[in-house]
């Protein structure tokens, strides 16, 4: 699994339309923690278990994080099953 960043939580947030305080509430994290999180473009300044829980509360719903592939590293929603 690979690390994501600060704009991939921004990016994914905004796709799913999400405010920072619900992402922290299906996280069950802080809410200080997800603008720490969000705060740099690279990667977070936050814990990595905390990390772990806002990457699953956005899988979740439906957001897949793509790795660097030449193109930069991004969100989208998982293709339908």
Same mark, same amino acid.
């Given at each position: ?13 905004a796709?799913v339309?999400?405010?920072?305080e619900d !992402?922290a509430t299906? =996280? ?8 720490r #999180? &969000?705060?740099?473009? $690279?990667k ?8 772990? !829980?806002?990457?699953? =509360? ?8 793509? #790795? &660097?592939?030449g193109? $930069? ?9």
């Amino acid at each position: 699994m690979n690390v994501i960043t600060g704009a991939q939580i921004r990016a994914a947030r905004a796709l799913v339309r999400w405010t920072a305080e619900d !992402l922290a509430t299906a =996280a069950s994290v802080g809410i200080s923690t997800v603008r720490r #999180a &969000e705060a740099e473009d $690279g990667k977070p300044n936050v814990t990595a278990a905390n990390l772990k !829980l806002i990457r699953l =509360a956005l899988e979740n719903v439906g957001v897949e994080f793509l #790795a &660097e592939n030449g193109g $930069g590293a991004g969100v989208r929603f998982t293709k339908p099953s």
